[in-house]
C-alpha cells in the first residue's frame, strides 16, 4: 500500500518577480483557496494559544457557507494551547498532517503524529503542545453542535487513519473509497470529517446537488473537480470549499491517487429561521 502524505510546504512568500495571477475564485456557489496562497501575510494569531499561526480557510459567512469554520494550525516547537477552545458549545476535529504534537484530553495524554484525528466534544476539556523540535501542522475544524431530543453528545475519541478499512462506494471496485471516523448511522454526531481516496481514473459520476455544506482539503494528488458550472484543477495543499446545493463532480486523472479530507453536516433537520437552530 502506498504510504500517505498529508501536507505540501506552505508559508513563506512568493518573490516580486512572480506573477500576481492565480487560481483562487470566490464564487456565489463556492470558493478555491490554492496552495499558493497559504503565504506568511495571510495568517492570523488566536488568543490563548502561543507560539502559533493559523490559515482560516473558511469561516460562516452569512449567506454563503454557514455551519463551520476551518484553520490549517502551524505550531512551532514549545508552542501550543492550554484552553484552545473559547467557545463552550463548539465541538471539533483535529487532524495532524506534519510533526508530532501532545494533545491532553480529560486526564489522559495521547500522541499524535499524521493521521491522526482526535474528535472533540462541545465542553470538552483539552489542551495541545508541540513538545518536537520541528513544527507540526494540523486542522482544526470547529462547529457548533446542534442537540437534538434522545441523543446524548458524543463521546470523545483519538484514532488514526491507518486503524480504519476505507470503505469502497458501491460499484466503483474500490477506485472511490472513504475512511469513515464516524459511522454513517451514529446520529449523535451532526458533522464527519472523513477522507475520501480516489484511484486515478476513478470519478464522481455525476454532479451531486446536496444540502451538505462541504470544507475540502487536497490531501494527495491532483484533479479535475466540477464545481457549479465551472472545471477547476485541484491539487495537494489546496482548499475547496462548497455552499449548500453547489453541483459538484470529480475526475481524478492521476498519475497517482486524489485524496481530501472532506467536513459536511449531516444528521439534523435544517433550521426554519435565519436565526439558525437553538443553541
Not at 454563503?64 to 484552545?84: C, D, H, I, K, W
Not at 441523543?151 to 476505507?166: G, Q, R, W, Y
Request: charged share 20%.
Amino acid at each position: 500500500m502506498t504510504a500517505p502524505t498529508y501536507h505540501p510546504a506552505c508559508g513563506g512568500l512568493p518573490g516580486q518577480t512572480s506573477l500576481m495571477t492565480g487560481r483562487a475564485v470566490f464564487t456565489e456557489a463556492y470558493a478555491v483557496i490554492p496552495r499558493g496562497v497559504m503565504s506568511d501575510i495571510v495568517t492570523s494569531f488566536l488568543p490563548g494559544w502561543d507560539g502559533t499561526r493559523a490559515w482560516i480557510l473558511a469561516r460562516p459567512l452569512s449567506g454563503f457557507a454557514e455551519t463551520f469554520a476551518q484553520y490549517l494550525m502551524e505550531v512551532a516547537p514549545g508552542g501550543g494551547s492550554e484552553r484552545p477552545e473559547p467557545d463552550a458549545q463548539a465541538q471539533g476535529v483535529l487532524f495532524v498532517v506534519e510533526g508530532d504534537l501532545s494533545l491532553g484530553l480529560e486526564g489522559r495524554t495521547h500522541a499524535l503524529r499524521p493521521g491522526s484525528y482526535a474528535y472533540l466534544p462541545p465542553g470538552a476539556a483539552w489542551s495541545l503542545r508541540n513538545g518536537g523540535a520541528e513544527p507540526a501542522r494540523f486542522h482544526w475544524i470547529r462547529k457548533i453542535y446542534e442537540p437534538a431530543p434522545g441523543l446524548a453528545v458524543p463521546d470523545a475519541f483519538v484514532t488514526h487513519e491507518s486503524a480504519i478499512e476505507p470503505a469502497g462506494m458501491a460499484g466503483t471496485n474500490g477506485v472511490w473509497a472513504t475512511t469513515r471516523f464516524v459511522a454513517s448511522e451514529d446520529l449523535r454526531h451532526d458533522m464527519h470529517v472523513n477522507i475520501v481516496t480516489m484511484q486515478p481514473g476513478g470519478t464522481i459520476p455525476f454532479e451531486e446537488t446536496h444540502v451538505m455544506e462541504h470544507g475540502l482539503f487536497v490531501l494527495e494528488g491532483k484533479a479535475a473537480y466540477r464545481l457549479n458550472r465551472d472545471w477547476v484543477e485541484v491539487e495537494a495543499g489546496d482548499f475547496m470549499w462548497l455552499r449548500a446545493f453547489c453541483p459538484q463532480a470529480c475526475y481524478a486523472g492521476g498519475p497517482g491517487r486524489f485524496r481530501y479530507l472532506l467536513y459536511k453536516d449531516v444528521n439534523r433537520h435544517p433550521a426554519l429561521s435565519l436565526r439558525g437552530p437553538a443553541r
